[in-house]
């Protein structure tokens, strides 16, 4: 009992490392990735495992519930790793990330790739949707004119607020138009924060330097199953087509062998016309 309440002595660390976050999520996004030398399974980005192992885990259901012959737009992009991996299976993927070092990151890893591209946009701002799917048509995305572009969502409305994910949502149905589809996967922890940072391998000794990274810097994640879901895509604008349990990779922590997972959710919906 008392070795398991030992690491809520870390809060007083964790309060520090996490006050000087800030609280533009602009900046905070930025920041952090201008401080990145490197991605990959031994670089600086908590959620970049270095493998396609989650994708491959995600393949099956979007080949079922996505139309092929439509470009998929990748929202929350960051270093393109995603992005990269979703080019192999529609005729273009556009990276979206509200970071231009981020953006600067994903063009420089994606050289020689003809059907990727990025774009820097905030998807909760007001019409940041608008004319996505469009201009992915003209770059050669396929799809006809006004049919509408794929959207896949990975990690990122559990660091949104409640009103900025029906914002993204709002954006999201601009993208999709006619025939797109949207697969979102995001972490869905059912422990508080300490527990959190201990699964991720935070004890009272140490934090792993990439978590660290994301404690000092970046917004406070929570979680987003389908109650959450079902908030920022709710019934009467969306369909949910499915949906269920399954597990976000990051770059390996407790071992240097494997990535470690944290529980998640993912679902597939479809807008409501």
């Given at each position: 009992m008392l070795a398991a309440?030992?690491?809520?002595?870390?809060?007083?660390?964790l309060v520090r490392l996490s006050a000087g976050a800030p609280r533009d999520h602009h900046v905070a996004w930025d920041l952090f990735w201008s401080s990145v030398k490197s991605t990959g399974a031994t670089g600086d980005v908590l959620w970049d495992s270095g493998?396609?192992?989650?994708?491959?885990?995600?393949?099956?259901?979007?080949?079922?519930?996505?139309?092929?012959?439509?470009?998929?737009?990748?929202?929350?992009?960051?270093?393109?790793?995603?992005?990269?991996?979703?080019a192999a299976h529609f005729p273009h993927?556009?990276?979206?990330?509200?970071?231009?070092h981020a953006v600067r990151r994903a063009v420089s890893e994606s050289s020689g790739l003809a059907n990727v591209s990025y774009v820097v946009r905030d998807m909760t701002a007001p019409d940041a949707g608008g004319?996505?799917?469009?201009?992915?048509?003209?770059?050669?995305?396929?799809?006809?004119?006004?049919?509408?572009?794929?959207?896949?969502?990975?990690?990122?409305?559990?660091?949104?607020?409640?009103?900025?994910?029906?914002?993204?949502?709002?954006?999201?149905?601009?993208?999709?138009g006619m025939n797109g589809r949207v697969f979102l996967a995001e972490t869905d922890f059912q422990g508080n924060a300490v527990e959190y940072v201990s699964h991720l391998g935070a004890t009272l000794r140490s934090i792993p330097s990439p978590l660290e990274g994301a404690i000092r810097g970046l917004p406070m994640p929570g979680r987003f199953g389908p109650k959450e879901r079902s908030l920022a895509f709710p019934a009467g604008r969306w369909e949910l087509i499915e949906d269920g349990p399954t597990a976000i990779e990051t770059m390996p922590l407790s071992d240097p062998t494997r990535a470690d997972l944290i529980p998640g959710y993912f679902a597939v919906l479809r807008a409501r016309n």
């Open positions: 309440l030992k690491k809520y002595l870390m809060i007083p660390r493998s396609d192992h989650e994708m491959q885990g995600y393949v099956d259901r979007l080949r079922l519930h996505l139309d092929p012959g439509l470009p998929v737009v990748d929202i929350g992009c960051g270093n393109g790793s995603f992005t990269r991996q979703l993927a556009m990276g979206v990330d509200v970071s231009a004319g996505l799917g469009e201009e992915l048509r003209l770059l050669g995305g396929g799809g006809r004119a006004g049919a509408g572009a794929n959207v896949f969502i990975r990690g990122v409305l559990h660091v949104l607020g409640e009103r900025e994910r029906h914002a993204l949502a709002e954006n999201v149905r601009a993208i999709t």
